[in-house]
């Protein structure tokens, strides 16, 4: 953890940062990825469709995921080998990706027990809760508590947090909204447009103001944050382009 100034105590200042990016584990983003896509279309109700725009988010989706989860990997590893890789907020992003790898695999499994027979399984409900929402927003908020250094990153963490629950949320929104195919259309684009349209902001600020400071940060928390804006930039965008198009088709 480090104070509101952006220095990190002496104990994180003797340790060593990651090591630098090596041509293995770019190998080893390429057989996560193709991991992590083949478990995420497993996992899917055989009667799941998708159309061209849902298709090339997921597999974006997908990639971003990929790339987290195996730095998260890295990172705990480095930890524990005494590297300074959990040491700075950007890098605490990249653990976040933990959490939908485990749904996405808790998903899989439901679906092998259940023979797929249903889009939800019961594990996969209990799955959803404690890792889409419990751990996430706990986590969140104890990174804002804990290792946010400055005061963006503070509120960065917060909206983190409340995303988590504004997703979930969301098939909560009063029943005008899905008497009609576009109202039940609009509660899942909705939520994400919103959460990306407020994300968003704060994640190109924390960029500007660490590039304009010149702050020392290793490679790794630039990953994470560079991630996180493509994240939100990619829900504001697909976000709209839904959007747009349901109206246009209602």
């Known amino acids: 953890m480090s104070d509101d100034s952006g220095t990190p105590p002496a104990s994180v200042v003797e340790r060593p940062g990651p090591p630098p990016l090596r041509i293995h584990h770019l190998m080893t983003f390429a057989a996560v990825g193709a991991v992590q896509l083949s478990f995420w279309r497993a996992s899917l109700h055989p009667a799941t469709t998708f159309t061209p725009l849902n298709m090339v988010s997921a597999s974006i989706g997908q990639a971003l995921s990929s790339i987290g989860l ?85 509120i960065l963490f917060v909206e983190l947090a409340f995303a988590t629950l504004i997703i979930v949320a969301s098939p909560l929104l009063p029943m005008m909204l899905v008497d009609s195919q576009v109202g039940l259309r609009l509660v899942t684009v909705a939520p994400t447009l919103g959460c990306g349209m407020i994300l968003l902001p704060i994640e190109l600020w924390i960029l500007s103001t660490e590039i304009a400071a010149r702050r020392p940060r290793y490679w790794t928390h630039w990953v994470g944050l560079v991630l996180a804006i493509l994240s939100a930039g990619m829900s504001v965008v697909l976000g709209a382009i839904h959007l747009v198009s349901l109206f246009l088709s209602a």
Request: proline letters at 6%; glycine letters at 6%; hydrophobic letters at 55%.
């Open 70 to 154: 195996t730095l998260a990997i890295f990172s705990v590893y480095w930890n524990r080998k005494g590297l300074a890789a959990l040491a700075q907020p950007g890098q605490w992003l990249l653990v976040a990706y933990a959490f939908s790898a485990l749904r996405l695999y808790i998903a899989l499994l439901d679906n092998t027990i259940t023979g797929a027979q249903r889009p939800v399984g019961p594990i996969s409900e209990w799955s959803y809760l404690l890792f889409g929402v419990l751990v996430p927003f706990c986590f969140y908020l104890w990174c804002a508590w804990r290792v946010a250094d400055s005061l963006p990153w503070r």
